[in-house]
């Protein structure tokens, strides 16, 4: 039997544990997408909560089925409550997701993902693919925080990266690469529309947030996360061809998703 059939199960499962116990997935995310990412904790059937202040995110990190760490709109102090709410969850055996935002457009960008993971035990790194090739010291070029080139496939980046750093790794685009460095797996589902909002990439890791919270294995939460979002985005593009509108449909489809729908739609293949 092809792997990713069970890991594809293993997805819908989490799914439809996302969806019946509604872990709390606490954010340290960026101003540009709360709001989205909120919404789409929120749709998948997850409860969010985006906290941020030195005061409280050691206890709430401590509360949480997941924490997702992203890095948008950084400052020193949001680094250090990242830190802070990081090692709080490492405490408790909550997983922790990165999105390391831009990467290698600024050192200060590239010098805070290196520290956050020196100092926090990081169970899932999602990136685009420069953002990804540059925390693990391969070739990229990123405009802003948007991909312009690299030297490898995802399959490639994804794994060199979860060998690098002992995670799993995605890295998400035209299609998406999952790896923990010994198992890589493709994802084929989602529609270009997704790349004409912002903050795609930003739901994707809340999403991936949510499925950590029920499924141990990285690899299998990180494929349920872009399955969903990639199968979602496939129908939301049946509904509405316009960014705007497609944005709505996209957060319907997400509220809709079941289990069933990743086991009959999901398009997964093992990566070379």
């Known amino acids: 039997m092809d792997k990713s059939v069970n890991y594809i199960k293993q997805a819908a499962l989490a799914l439809d544990k996302i969806r019946s116990g509604k872990p709390l997935v606490h954010s340290l995310t960026n101003y540009v997408v709360m709001n989205q990412t909120a919404n789409i ?3 998948i059937g997850a409860s969010p909560v985006m906290a941020h202040a030195q005061e409280e995110v050691e206890e709430m990190a401590a509360l949480a089925g997941a924490l997702v760490l992203n890095i948008g709109t950084l400052d020193p102090y949001w680094v250090e409550s990242m830190i802070m709410a990081g090692r709080a969850a490492n405490a408790k055996g909550v997983p922790v997701v990165l999105d390391p935002v831009g990467a290698g457009a600024t050192r200060f960008r590239t010098d805070s993902c290196m ?49 690098v750093f002992g995670v799993a790794a995605a890295v998400t685009g035209a299609q998406d690469a999952v790896s923990d460095g010994i198992t890589t797996l493709l994802i ?22 949510a499925f950590l919270a029920v499924e141990k294995d990285p690899l299998a939460a990180a494929l349920g ?36 729908d990743l086991t009959e739609g999901a398009r997964v293949v093992v990566g070379s």
């Open 225 to 260: 996360a872009l399955v969903s979002f990639g199968i979602a985005g496939e129908w939301a593009a049946k509904v509405s061809q316009f960014p705007g509108s497609f944005q709505v449909a996209l957060f319907d489809e997400v509220y809709r998703l079941r289990g069933v």
């Open 115 to 163: 520290r956050i993971l020196e100092q926090v035990k990081v169970d899932l790194i999602r990136g685009n693919s420069a953002e990804v090739s540059i925390l693990a010291g391969m070739e990229a070029k990123i405009k802003g925080v948007d991909a312009v080139g690299t030297a490898d496939t995802h399959a490639a980046i994804a794994r060199r990266a979860a060998e």
């Open 188 to 209: 084929d589902n989602g529609h270009p529309l997704l790349g004409e909002l912002t903050g795609t990439g930003c739901m994707a890791t809340a999403l991936t947030g």
């Open 41 to 43: 904790l929120l749709h």
